[in-house]
């Protein structure tokens, strides 16, 4: 009997072991990002950061593979004026990591809102956007989340004084964590945050 005991916890701590882990997918990761984001509870904490919005919706693009966001980064108090207008291309590399390439887009006042009415990019051409070099990110699942940053020095920038830019990136379900910032030759930061990334909460719009 206490043999046939210690069999049935053998077999069942070997069943439980071999049990799957549910597969992460690159549309656990859309799932994620996408969604309506603000800072807002963060500024009203440091007044060192802004209150801004953070868009993101899925878009289907013709002939593109994997999965596109286009997102859109505003102030809250210039509603409706975005001063940042992406896509992003999120892809999978391997069991647990995923790349989310960064483009540029043209005419980006003409698609303004596009994360409210996805059909004005019913007829948008791949050809329309620009990827930029070095500034993709890798982001890596684990512990329930997404994270990961550029590769320093890679992701060229000419804002201010800036010749690079360097994004650092954490994607919860309920939250995402960003901090980008730009950096000089002499590696001195010259704009972004500085205490830390902006912590942008999933909002739920009615």
Known sequence: MKNLFVIS?????????????????????ASYMEGHFSSEKQSKQDSSYFHITLDMKKVPL??????????????????????????YHLEKLNDSTFSSSIYSMEDPKKYIGGHNDVSMFKDFAL?????????ALNLVY?????????????????????????????????????????????KEQVWGAEKGGYIFNKVLVE
Not at 10 to 24: G, H
Not at 127 to 135: F, N, S
């Open 62 to 87: 013709k002939n593109a593979n994997g999965i596109w966001l286009y997102v859109e980064q505003t102030a809250a108090k210039t509603p409706g004026k975005p001063y940042r207008q992406r896509f």
């Open 127 to 135: 050809e329309k956007l620009t990827k930029l070099p070095g500034c």
């Open 142 to 186: 684990k512990n329930g989340f997404f994270e990961g940053e550029t590769i320093e020095g890679a992701c060229k920038n000419s804002w201010g004084k800036a010749t690079y830019a360097t994004s650092e990136v954490k994607v919860e379900k309920d939250k995402m964590i960003s901090w980008d910032r730009g950096w000089n030759d002499a």
């Open 9 to 29: 916890v053998f077999v069942l701590a070997l069943l439980t072991s071999c049990e799957q882990k549910p597969e992460i997918t690159v549309e656990t990761l």
